[in-house]
């Protein structure tokens, strides 16, 4: 079974409107992200969630609002598209450092077009 | 500049030849961690390395930390070793993970 579900896997959009992407983990962690990547530019960090919590935004653009309705969701908000944002969206989620320092894991991703 | 740097940037290896995989970064660290990648899939971990040399099977990672480099060492390859290794680091002073460009790993017949 998946432990980090992302949906949608594939996404169509045109530019102007908005989307969501939905993430999901049933790791019991309590830390939770997002990352961009595109074929241009390696795999960016956007935003880091802890106890649905905002703790780090890399994200210029407030077009990017992450939202956290319950502790093992993180999903991301995408308003005004644009076709750079196209790129593969991933979700990961790690455990507290007292367990395993640092150690991502990784959703499917989504994949995003904006025409 | 990019603080996190893999070479090479691709490779083809026969099948059963080794690799060896490096990533340099240019500040000091928290964490290290490789991932494998296929095409239009997600990363999986494959070490979190912050130093020293650990071994996974094929696999062998070894961090230094003076000298601020990692390598990934694949023995005797398969096909199902193909894909690509990105190589990620949280830098002391950082809250987040910066990623290489990765390596794209190619085993041929």
């Known amino acids: 079974d998946p432990k980090i579900i992302q949906k949608p896997k594939y996404l169509v959009a045109v530019t102007g409107s908005e989307k969501i992407l939905i993430c999901e983990q049933y790791l019991g962690h309590n830390a939770m992200y997002w990352y961009r990547q595109s074929a241009k530019k390696p795999l960016e960090f956007m935003f880091s969630?802890?106890?649905?919590?905002?703790?780090d935004n890399q994200t210029a653009s407030s077009r990017f609002q992450p939202q956290s309705s319950k502790k093992n969701h993180l999903d991301l908000q995408i308003t005004a598209l644009k076709p750079d944002d196209s790129a593969t969206y991933f979700c990961?989620?790690?455990?507290?450092?007292?367990?395993?320092?640092?150690?991502?894991?990784f959703g499917p991703g989504t994949r995003l077009l904006v025409l | 500049g990019q603080q996190v740097q893999q070479s090479p940037t691709s490779l083809v290896l026969q099948e059963g030849e080794n690799a060896e995989l490096q990533c340099n970064f240019s500040t000091s660290l928290n964490s290290m961690q490789w991932f494998y990648q296929r095409p239009g899939g997600s990363l999986i971990s494959v070490f979190y390395?912050?130093?020293g040399t650990k071994q996974s099977g094929r696999l062998t990672s070894t961090t230094v930390i003076k000298e601020r480099r990692s390598s990934l060492h694949i023995s005797s390859s398969q096909i199902t070793d193909s894909g690509t290794y990105l190589c990620a680091i949280r830098a002391n002073s950082g809250t987040y993970q910066r990623f290489g460009t990765g390596t794209k790993l190619q085993v041929v017949p």
């Open positions: 990961a989620s790690s455990p507290p450092p007292e367990i395993n320092q640092d150690t991502q894991y």
């Open positions: 969630y802890s106890y649905q919590k905002l703790m």
């Open positions: 390395n912050p130093s």
